[in-house]
């Protein structure tokens, strides 16, 4: 185990396998604990570490499975070693507490580890073989196979609210190296140094396993300029993206107007309602709003599937739930924020919920620098519908309950929300029909629907969708969390008549 108190960064670059410093530096704005410097990314190592990618392909591309799993479990045990710093400068830079860096840790170690298992099975490759029908009328059949494959060089951008499970060796990371994709990672300038070590873990993990060192670089820090070279440069295939709508809307738009376009797997926002039915309500409704007020609350409310509107049938019932929640999120304290810009940005989205006519401030407090408290406010269903600003999220523990003048008006609120992550229903057996009315329309909105549960957290599973229609993610059709995620990287190759001695590994 590293000496945690021995570590202090070196605030450089990781390209190629080599360490580099760039000409300008930035400091980093830690919660607490000192501020270290770290180098300035540039559009030139974002230059560098692609070709370098692109030529560890030529050999990582055309690896073993067994080779793949051995580097992500190696990757996983040199993070494992490097725990103690990790948590320590984690804390520091993010504000969240020790569990919260160490469960976060045990998630990045278990999904790559998932995937190492997942490859070597080999499901994932969706094998098909068409045998040739020599003698087929009027016109035979060749033999056609069909494999998945690596398509390239992968960009990585780290997220803000994930230092560990969503940046430098997280879910995009770990399903792109999984596939056989070399990776280049920018690094989020609000954790620097923990994305540093898990850089010198997977270094670490390169040069044990004798991969190509190409396989993987981290660029820190930088403006504009280095997210548009990165997802510009034609060595690069893919991108993976975990954050606002307008940064992520940018770069998606930059990937489309390139000469050759490319998917950008983006996971931009989602405020993932709650319907709570008539039966469920009045049998359990205090219990459901201190449910809601621990899930709007946890970590601060910077979790993506935070769920921040409650919608509900206007009459006692949605009086006493209100009154619940309000009394459940009234003790709760100010928590930090992972950075000053997402507390602004929570502060100013409580002023844009609290200026919309109709809205009913119930439970307000004091939110100033990187401090956040929870906020609570309610509105009528006709005001939402009115009003398409409530539909967008606040990134943080603000909660906005919609009173529905019925279940027809539940169902047309349904119909107006956009993209989601996550919809839930909390229903009792009463309310099954009314559930029927739901459902076809929340599968239509999101990625993963919940029954009599919190959507906060997300299982790394074989099942897992974490994505949705638009602006939830840009592409609905993938997942950035579970095995599902490896898709993203591969594309379907047939082989037509091929000598078994050509044919790729997995089909020989």
């Known amino acids: 185990m590293l000496d945690k108190s021995t570590f202090t960064p070196h605030g450089k670059h990781l390209i190629a396998g080599e360490w580099v410093a760039g000409d300008a530096t930035f400091s980093s704005e830690p919660a607490h604990g000192p501020a270290h410097d770290y180098s300035v990314g540039t559009p030139a190592l974002v230059d560098a570490a692609c070709i ?9 591309g055309y690896s073993t499975r067994e080779e793949r799993a051995k580097f992500l479990n190696a990757i996983a045990d040199e993070i494992d070693a490097r725990g103690d710093a990790i948590t320590e400068i984690g804390t520091q830079e993010t504000g969240l507490p020790e569990a919260r860096l160490q469960g976060e840790r045990g998630r990045t170690v278990g999904q790559l580890r998932l995937f190492a298992d997942h490859i070597v099975k080999g499901d994932y490759l969706d094998r098909r073989h068409d045998k040739a029908l020599p003698d087929r009328e009027p016109l035979p059949r060749p033999d056609l196979q069909l494999v998945q494959r690596p398509i390239g060089p992968i960009a990585v951008f780290g997220a803000s609210n994930f230092p560990l499970a969503f940046s430098t060796a997280g879910g995009d990371t770990a399903s792109a190296l999984a596939a056989g994709c070399p990776v280049v990672v920018k690094g989020h300038s609000a954790h620097p140094g923990t994305g540093e070590i898990v850089a010198e873990a997977i270094h670490a ?6 991969m190509h060192p190409g396989v993987f670089s981290l660029i820190q820090g930088g403006k504009r300029d280095v997210g548009t070279a990165l997802v510009q440069h034609p060595l690069i295939k893919a991108v993976g993206f975990t954050g606002s709508l307008g940064g992520g809307r940018a770069l998606f738009d930059l990937c489309a107007q390139r000469d050759e376009p490319i998917p950008f797997f983006g996971e931009l926002g989602s405020v993932n309602p709650m319907f709570l039915l008539p039966e469920a309500l009045k049998a359990r409704g205090a219990a459901l709003a201190e449910g809601w007020a621990g899930s709007l609350t946890m970590g601060a409310g910077q979790f993506c599937t935070n769920p921040g509107i409650a919608v509900v049938i206007d009459g006692p019932d949605a009086d006493a ?3 619940a929640a309000t009394k459940a999120l009234e003790p709760m304290g100010a928590q930090t924020m992972l950075t000053d810009g997402i507390a602004s940005a929570y502060r100013q989205g409580r002023d844009r919920v609290a200026g919309v ?3 009913q401030e119930l439970l307000t407090s004091t939110c100033d620098n990187r401090n956040a408290t929870p906020y609570l406010f309610a509105t009528t269903g006709k005001e939402w519908m009115d009003n398409e600003a409530l539909g967008e999220e606040v990134f943080g523990p603000l909660g906005l309950v919609v009173r529905a003048a019925d ?9 107006s929300l956009k993209g989601q992550l996550t919809c839930t229903l909390h229903l009792e057996d009463g309310d099954t029909e009314d559930g029927k009315k739901l459902m076809p329309v929340l599968e239509r909105k999101a990625g993963r629907l919940l029954a009599n549960g919190f959507p906060t957290g997300v299982e790394v599973s074989d099942t897992m969708v974490h994505g949705g229609p638009y602006p939830a993610s840009t592409n609905f059709g993938a997942t950035s969390v579970g095995t599902m995620a490896i898709r993203r990287f591969l594309r379907p190759v047939c082989y037509q008549n091929m000598p078994a ?6 089909l020989a």
């Open 52 to 60: 370098a990618a692109e030529e560890a392909f030529w050999s990582y």
């Open 501 to 506: 001695a050509l044919l790729p590994g997995d």
């Open 321 to 323: 739930f209100i009154e």
């Open 357 to 359: 006519t109709g809205v």
């Open 205 to 210: 993990a390169i040069q044990s396993c004798g």
């Open 407 to 415: 279940v027809d008006e539940m169902v047309t609120i349904a119909k």
